[in-house]
């Protein structure tokens, strides 16, 4: 029997942000923190969902940015390790606008495959962040985001622009 409580997109969430803790709680490589940028390494790669490791200094973040774009969407989740990240959400509609949400250590946040939205270390302590992708991540299209709404600027490969 089928429920019309759960819609398959909720249960994806909610089944990437339990992978998303587990693997936060259960890392084994230590991240690193780079002046330059945030540091990223891709530290779990299987058939169905990968996972990256994340190290922000203060003031580091991501663009405005979609996890795909239009060809190959991917959801995810995060789940924060250490410190504290803020999350910028665009809200689609007529009038576009942005949504902030901080997770602390031990939060988590889904983000669906149509979900534009940033990450930025607002705080001014060094935060750690692992992040699941279903499927994998092969690119992220960033955004402009202003009066006149959302407008693509580029797309970034994975690996290789962050
Ligand atoms: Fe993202």
């Known amino acids: 029997m ?11 969430a909610d089944r ?7 693997y936060a709680e259960n890392l084994t490589l230590r991240p690193r923190f780079s002046k330059a940028s945030r540091w990223a390494r891709r530290v779990l790669s299987g058939p169905d969902h990968e996972a990256w ?5 203060p003031g580091q973040g991501t663009e ?3 996890h795909g774009g239009a060809a190959r969407p991917a959801a995810g989740a995060l789940a924060v ?10 809200e689609p509609g007529p009038f576009p606008r942005l949504e902030r949400a901080r997770l602390g250590r031990g ?3 889904a983000v669906g495959d149509r979900t534009v939205h940033a990450v930025r270390n607002d705080s001014g302590e060094p935060a750690v962040s692992l992040h699941v992708y279903a499927p994998g991540l092969e690119a992220m299209r960033t955004y402009l985001f202003d ?5 693509p600027a580029a797309i970034k490969r994975a690996g290789e622009d962050w």
């Open 64 to 66: 405005l940015h979609d």
């Open 81 to 90: 390790v250490s410190g504290e990240l803020t999350e910028y959400t665009v």
């Open 2 to 12: 089928t429920s019309a409580l759960v819609s398959p997109s909720a249960l994806e």
């Open 16 to 22: 990437l942000e339990t992978l998303a803790a587990f």
């Open 147 to 151: 009066e006149t709404g959302l407008s």
């Open 107 to 109: 939060g988590v946040s």
């Open 53 to 57: 490791l994340l190290a922000w200094l």
